[in-house]
């Protein structure tokens, strides 16, 4: 590689200050104190098992709150979420990033692609919201990576895998929808790695992930802005404290709750309204 030569005033072009791209303070408010209590007098209504190394799909009324719980033992989770009414508008990493963090707990908001731009759900409980940041720079929840999927396996190891999560959320979105794998596949998008213990290396600032410290009885739980679909995909990396994209790890399942909110505590409540800005792009 060619060398290059450092500018005479490249201390001083470092030392520029950092500044938080977006004012989200601006963001339209949470009344997180209504959810908290809305949280108290909350009914199951649904459940769903995503098997290890497999995947559910299921519907989340809006209003409802949903859990995805830690069972049998430590595992990772990859959660797609779409408007139930309408696949084309879907959970969006990349932006939920730049608006919140690198990882995500109690109050964040998951947020929508673009047209849609809007707050798909809330997050309301979090029982691993103790971690922080660790020695390593890690955290839980990332919204950083993608789903393992079976096309970087086998650019890197020339093996046709079909148990990565891309794989698993395309086959339970084709199950519950009834369209084909190829329609399906064009839906999945980049997750939520919910439970996943992960950051980028402080040396060579590479994505890098650790066993996570979810154990049984952990959950996080979600207030759904809108009418949802979601697909959990119960991760072949099991923990991701090894190897991920093959059956090498021991691997669990995870269970998804659905729960109805008993409570007047939002009753002013309503859904979140599709962005409002006007789409003319600088043409008339
Ligand atoms: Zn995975």
């Known amino acids: 590689m060619a060398e290059v ?12 200050k950092p500044i938080v791209c977006y004012e989200t303070d601006k963001l339209p408010e949470v009344d997180m104190p209504a959810y908290q209590i809305a949280r108290e007098s909350l009914e199951l209504v ?13 519907d989340v009324p809006a209003g409802h ?30 932006k939920t990033r730049q608006l919140h963090a690198t990882h995500v707990t109690t109050g964040d908001r998951l947020w929508s692609n673009l047209p849609h731009l809007r707050a798909l ?5 979090d029982t691993l919201g103790w971690y922080g ?32 999560c891309h794989s698993n959320l395309t086959r339970a979105l084709a199950k519950h929808t009834g369209l084909t794998a190829q329609q399906a596949e064009r839906h ?24 996570s410290p979810v154990r049984p009885g952990d959950f996080i739980e979600f207030f ?34 659905v729960y109805r909110n008993t409570s007047e505590a939002l009753k002013n409540w309503q859904p979140a309204e599709l962005n409002a800005y006007d789409q003319s792009h600088g043409l008339k």
């Open 5 to 16: 030569n450092e500018p005479v005033d490249a201390q001083s072009r470092r030392a520029a």
């Open 46 to 58: 649904a459940e769903y098992t995503a098997a290890p190394r497999d995947a559910c799909a299921f």
């Open 65 to 94: 709150f949903f859990r995805i719980v830690s069972v049998e033992g430590p595992q990772v989770g990859d959660l797609n979420l779409w408007s139930a009414s309408n696949l084309e508008e879907r959970f969006f990493s990349g």
């Open 121 to 125: 759900a809330t997050i309301t409980h």
């Open 133 to 164: 940041w660790d020695a390593d720079g890690a955290g839980v929840h990332d919204v950083i990576g993608t789903r393992c999927d079976p096309y970087t396996n086998h650019a890197l190891r020339g093996l046709h895998y079909h148990y990565c």
């Open 188 to 211: 999945i998008h980049d997750v939520l790695n919910v439970f996943m213990c992960t950051g980028f290396s402080l040396d060579t600032h590479q994505y890098f992930m650790k066993a």
């Open 224 to 257: 759904a802005e809108t009418d949802l679909l979601g697909a959990l995909s119960a991760c072949p990396g099991g923990d991701c404290g090894a190897s991920h994209s093959d059956d090498a790890t021991p691997c669990y399942p995870l269970r998804v709750e």
